[in-house]
């Protein structure tokens, strides 16, 4: 019998809003979230494992300046990109990730490399941007090479207004566009890779839920793997991904009860406001937002 293999994808929370983009945008956006998906799926369909079809599909979206990674992210509020990211392996709760880093043009492929090539699990600022440059194999870009006129535009917007971040909808809108993806190979085994430039004119080197293993990004073989997006303030406060996860492997809820209570009982308790995509060993999907 042939095992099951699944993938599930977010390109963030909102961005599709209708209305809010023309139809060329909006088809551009369906395009590359097809060829991401697509990128995952031949991964898997060739024998590779979750972690390899995670981050495949995570890279063609850093590299769409539509989304808040990569190439795209979102400005600071000193006006330059500082970059989160995560990879998790659900098989042996292996991780990486990388926290506010500058110059690597992939930051799934920063995270990767912490888990495979440093004894750590997560590198932030500069110290990670050395760590990076040394590793024979990352691509390097200049700050400026994220940039786009959409970011700076909205960046441009967000410092006429008071401090930081608002939480009305119209203004998460605006805001998110992190990407995500969780996987199951033909092993068994599941992944999770969130990529992002974190919210919209940021200070003091904040850090969201992203690159937080068990926040934004988490995988168990035991129980699911799970990529988040939303306000990373909240996430991280509701520990997102591993409430999830233990709610499926110690509670013994269906993922999809699981997600629900977490993403439209705990999160939005205390205000928060996203989703997540989750799938389970068994190859069941669920998007909750
Ligand atoms: N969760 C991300 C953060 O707070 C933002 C997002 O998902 O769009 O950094």
Not at 57 to 67: A, G, I, Q, R, Y
Not at 126 to 145: I, K, T
Not at 164 to 193: I, M, N, R, W
Not at 214 to 229: E, Q
Request: proline share 3%.
């Amino acid at each position: 019998m042939t095992q099951p293999i699944a993938i599930a994808l977010h390109g963030g929370a909102g961005v599709l809003t209708p209305g809010l983009l023309n139809k060329a945008d909006e088809q551009a956006i369906h395009h590359a979230l097809l060829q991401a998906l697509k990128a995952g799926v031949a991964v898997l369909e060739g024998g590779g494992s979750s972690l390899d079809a995670v981050q495949a599909s995570v890279v063609e979206l850093e590299e769409c300046p539509w989304f808040n990674a990569g190439k795209g992210a979102v400005f600071t509020h000193t006006g330059d990109h500082e970059l989160d990211a995560a990879i998790m392996n659900g098989a042996n709760l292996e991780a990486g990730a990388v926290a506010g880093v500058h110059h690597v043009r992939n930051p799934i492929l920063g995270a990767r490399a912490v888990m495979e090539h440093s004894e750590h699990v997560l590198l932030a600022g500069v110290g990670a941007d050395l760590f990076l440059s040394q590793q024979p194999d990352l691509e390097h870009v200049s700050n400026e090479w994220y940039d786009t006129p959409l970011r700076r535009r909205q960046w441009a917007a967000q410092q006429q207004q008071p401090e930081t971040v608002s939480l009305e909808p119209g203004g998460v809108e605006k805001k998110f566009g992190t990407v995500g993806a969780v996987a199951l190979d033909q092993y068994g085994h599941v992944a999770a890779a969130t990529s992002t430039g974190g919210i919209t004119n940021k200070r003091y080197g904040r850090v969201g839920d992203s690159p937080l293993i068990g926040s934004g990004t988490w995988a168990d073989d035991r129980s699911a793997a799970i990529s988040a997006t939303g306000h990373g303030e909240f996430f991280i406060r509701t520990v997102v991904g591993h409430n999830i996860a233990s709610r499926v492997r110690l509670v013994g809820e269906s993922l999809e009860q699981a997600c629900e209570q977490v993403v439209l009982g705990e999160l939005k308790a205390i205000g928060g406001n996203g989703g997540v995509v989750a799938v389970s060993p068994a190859g069941e999907t669920v998007l909750s937002f």
